[in-house]
């Protein structure tokens, strides 16, 4: 008892383990996001570049902020992101969870084939869909053609939003799959069996037993979910850059690139983008950990 | 626990000053009254290395001309080099830049010579050519002085300038042959082209193989050079009404009427720079313009049976421009940085790289038959050029003037407003031509 309590009496050891991690992330993140901060009032010409100094008036960037039309887009786009996140790669997920809980051989293969697309680079499987949609005789376009479609189809014009969504929703099932079925495996086999013994029907077991023993698996999926829309760019941007087609499938992280190193150069205006990309990301995570508050059983 | 914090908040802050010293800039002043010290300095010079950061990166055409020569210069001189090459592309160009401002400069820079520069022109970072040959007085002397482009900011010559590009039309003959058409040469017109595109057209191919929403630099330029001629193109507009800002408007409204007429590929808004390109290789479409840099290419991606249905002419011409008149330039070339030059040991092994790395046998290699040059010896043609060199080559033997890119004189956030933002919607109609410009000019300052 003595002993324990001198453990928390000596303050060394504390210290030796938190400073350094503490000095790092002051000088990694603290430190850039307090210059972030600053350099949104701030006239840099470009990265690397010396400020210029204070904007006139100081706070332009943030008055541009709410009258640039992309940035509209960009916002819209990120909330469509977020509302595609929930309904389709945690519902897909959970469907897909429900359907592998019930088999009773070959669960450990389809893990490894959902999961799958999670360990391959987004780069890489933006370049893979590219080609997959490309126009003229790319796969799907071929495959229409050969069941009578009579035109080739404009994948990335006509029909942006399911060609960018699809490859995210698709990415990250797997992800989301993988935390259900631990959530489902570690419902207890005595429930299962009681429900049994009183004669509950399949889709019983689904509604009273499996939901709402998920209920905080499926509260932690969807808040990973929120937050994590707001961060999607790298397969975006390998597939539509430049808010192809017409600037309309900007999302507020490839509009950020955009004026930092996708060539606009404005790094106070990407600045400003990022701030508001940091408080919209606080708020909703905020919104997020209300809405889907995890019980206690 | 205050104690605690206290040591947490020193350490926070000791870590951030830290961090801030690092991105202070370099403080070296121009050390102008050290030159004579300097120059018998370079006399007796001992081994020194050098810190080059250029574009000649693995995948560079040059690359194997730019480390033959440095190699035999360390052989010669016994100095050597920190090559520190990088492909270009905007993440490198603010790398470079970066390193300026952190104090990390090299001692000699491989680079763009116009607006890209201008934060190290501003800076004293860089030596002017003038500066160097008060001292070294053959420095750069077999270049033509008139050729070497002067910096945007103060109108002096910084860069010693290696190989330049030209922009001409790719052609696939062979798709112009089931047309029963003949390639553009240097007496075709505009309107002469827009017939050519119009019975291409009505024969099921694609006239013209170009992205509009990835690069609509190339037909930008041309169209504007064919609406302001050769002595006016390199004014950037002021205003949407001023004679500048009216050539850009027509030129962006040519680009429209190509646009409705449907010349370019129907998914010529949204698609890559290569995918539209890919109509060209596959047989589909007539006409490309492109860089020098795109000989190269097809040449690698063209079976030598099939190189002969390929070549390359002059972009047909309207007004005052004759379709001979071409755009291209010396776009990047050699700096000595300050910090090089103030560095007595540095000083002479710079200038002697330079020197190196610029004679007229590099050069001409890297040139590979066409590309333009400030040489005062004319590049003799190569004796073993396939088709399409041959034609690169007669285009540029054939030029009545070259001039510089205009979209290369205003600023990154103008240039990425009008050519990846804006063309595209004006030849789609969702903004006009006027309000691309006046959009333009505000992001131009």
Redesign the interface.
Known sequence: MHNNSMIFKKKTPLLVFLVPAFAFMAVYLFYPFVMNIINSFSDIPSLGASSKGWLDPWYSNYQRLVTDPYMRTAFVNTMLMMLCTIVFQVGIALILAMLVDNIRRGSGFFRTVYFFPIVISATALGLMFNLLFWYDTGPINTILLQFGWDHLVNWKEDHWMFTMFTPVMWQYVGYYFVIIVTGLNNISPDVYEAAEIDGATGMQVVWRIKLPLLYNTLCTCLTLAITGALKVFDLPWTMMPKGIPLEKSWLTGTYMYKYSLGGANNIGYSSAIAIFIVILGVLLSQLANRIFKEKDY | MKK?LA??SA??LS??L??GCASA?ASTPASTGSTAGAASTAAEAKPVELRVVSSFSGTDGNRKAFETAYKAWEAATGNTVKDESQTSD??W???V??????GSDPDVLFFFNGNDA??IVE?GKVVSIEDIRKEYPNYASNMNDSSIPASPVDGKQYAVPTAGYWEGMFTNTKVLEDCGLTAPDANTTWDEFLEMCETIKAKGYTPIAASL??VPHYWFEFTILNNDGVTGHLNVPATADDAAGKAWQAGLEDIKVLYEKGYF???T????DE?TF??MY?G?AAFAIDGSWKTGQIVDNVDADHLADYTCTYVPAKGDRKPTDIIGGLSMGYYITEKAWADPDKRAAAVSFVEALTTDEVIIEMAAGSAATALKVAPPKPADLNSLQEAAFNMVAGATSVTPAVQDYI???A???IL??DT??VA?G?ITAAQALENMIKANG
């Open positions: 605690l040591l947490v350490l926070t870590a951030a830290l961090a800039p905007e993440t160009k603010a790398k830049l970066a390193d300026f401002e952190t201008n934060t800076g929403q990835q590929p129907a998914n808004l949204s698609a890559s995918e890919q109509l596959d589909k600023k990154p956030e240039k990425a407003q990846e933002t595209k919607l789609n969702s």
